[in-house]
Every structure is written in structure tokens, then in C-alpha cells.
């Protein structure tokens, strides 16, 4: 069974940092690639950054490019979002999810975890 | 980045009768490999979402024979043959020919 289980959401300061896992198992993650999504109430669905399987290919949004940076350690299936400089406008959820190619999209999301930015 | 519109933010529709729910893009979704990478999603209350249909209107696995999906270009619909309760939901549309992959808006079903 595919499971993808976010963690390291919280209520944190405008400019703090978070870091957000992603647990995977039920597949062979290196040969996915992995994206962070994140839904807005007001926004909806946007896609923050993605990962091919070997880390050599990133792409991220440019409303978070300086600012977050995804990693993935195969050995421990497992990828990261890395924030930094947070915004009030980066409360969200965000959503863990993979895709066997860039044109493929997505086919399956974790749960989500939720961050909120508030002073 | 290609920005892709769902036409109704809100569908309400009468059990066992048909629904249809529009996305149009702002560029051709047909990649250079001739494919066009479409996905739909379904997000249920309380649930991440979950996809419906991938290049058009391919169906996933487990994803009930009423769903299907059309179109070509910049304009594709997600019609569902006869609404059944446990529709009720989110659905979104995201094109996954460009980079960044961009999601519609989302259209709101729920029954009359």
C-alpha cells in the first residue's frame, strides 16, 4: 500500500524556519518524483517544488524560490521541504505527493500537514 | 506559468443526473511528445485529493466507469453520468504539460 505522511507542521513567527518530512513507503521512491503542494483556503491548490528520483532535477515556484529548497534522502524514502523566511501568506497545507514523471503529474497525495504563520 | 480556469466555482446537481464541469488553459496542454497531460482530481470533505483521470481521460484504478474524461488543446471537461452522493467534493483540474504544474480553481459539487 502506497502511504506518503507528512510531519513537521506548526504555528511559528513571520521570518522563522520550518522543516517539513515526508515519509514514503509502499513504492520505489527513487523512481518518483516528489512534490510539495500546498492548498490555500483563498487560493487553492499550488504547486510549491518537485524533485526528480535521483535529486538532480528541482523546480520551485517563484514565490518560494531563495526562500525553500527540497531535498530527498532515498536511503531513508523520505523528502524535505526546507522554509525559510516565512510569510503569513505561506499558512497553508501542505500536501507530500508523487508523480513517475514531470508530465505525469501527480497520482497520489499524503495527508497534508498544516503550517501557520502568525505573529 | 499557464494559468488554467474552472468555469464554475459551484455545481449543485440532482442525484442520478448527469454533471459536467469545464477547465480551459491559457496555452495549448499538448506536449511536445504529442501526449496532453491533464489530470483531475477529487478532494472529498476532509481529505486530501485523490486523482480522478490522467492524460484526459484515462481513469485510475478504482475510479468508477461514470467518470470520464474529454477534450483537446485548452479545453477539457470531467463529466460524471449520474451523480451518486458520494461525489459530493472538490473537484480540480491541473495540467502537468508545463512547469510549474498549475491546478483550476476548483469546482464545488453538491447535491440539490
Known amino acids: 500500500e502506497v502511504q506518503l505522511v507528512e510531519s513537521g507542521g506548526g504555528l511559528l513567527q513571520p521570518g522563522g524556519s520550518l522543516r517539513l518530512s515526508c515519509a514514503a513507503s509502499?513504492?520505489?521512491?527513487?523512481?518518483?518524483?516528489m512534490h510539495w503542494v500546498r492548498q490555500d483556503p483563498g487560493k487553492g491548490l499550488m504547486s510549491v517544488s518537485q524533485m526528480n528520483g535521483d535529486g538532480s532535477d528541482s523546480f520551485s515556484a517563484d514565490s518560494v524560490k531563495g526562500r525553500f529548497t527540497i531535498s530527498r534522502d532515498n536511503a531513508k524514502n523520505t523528502v524535505y521541504l526546507q522554509m525559510n523566511s516565512l510569510r503569513a501568506e505561506d499558512t497553508a497545507v501542505y500536501y507530500c505527493?508523487?508523480?513517475?514523471?514531470?508530465?505525469?503529474?501527480?497520482?497520489?497525495w499524503g495527508q497534508g500537514t498544516l503550517v501557520t504563520v502568525s505573529s | 506559468d499557464v494559468v488554467v480556469t474552472q468555469s464554475s466555482l459551484s455545481l449543485p446537481v440532482t442525484l442520478g443526473q448527469p454533471a459536467s464541469i469545464s477547465c480551459r488553459s491559457s496555452q495549448s496542454l499538448v506536449h511536445s511528445d504529442g501526449n496532453t497531460y491533464v489530470n483531475w482530481f477529487q478532494q472529498r470533505p476532509g481529505q486530501s485529493p485523490r486523482r480522478l483521470l490522467y492524460?484526459?481521460?484515462k481513469r485510475d484504478s478504482g475510479v468508477p466507469d461514470r467518470f470520464s474524461g474529454s477534450g483537446s488543446g485548452t479545453d477539457f471537461t470531467l463529466k460524471i453520468s449520474r451523480v451518486e452522493a458520494e461525489d459530493v467534493g472538490v473537484y480540480y483540474c491541473?495540467?502537468?504539460?508545463?512547469?510549474?504544474?498549475?491546478f483550476g480553481q476548483g469546482t464545488k459539487l453538491e447535491i440539490k
Open positions: 492524460e484526459v481521460s
Open positions: 509502499g513504492f520505489t521512491f527513487s523512481n518518483y518524483w
Open positions: 505527493a508523487r508523480g513517475s514523471s514531470p508530465e505525469a503529474g501527480i497520482d497520489f
Open positions: 491541473m495540467q502537468a504539460t508545463h512547469r510549474p504544474l498549475t
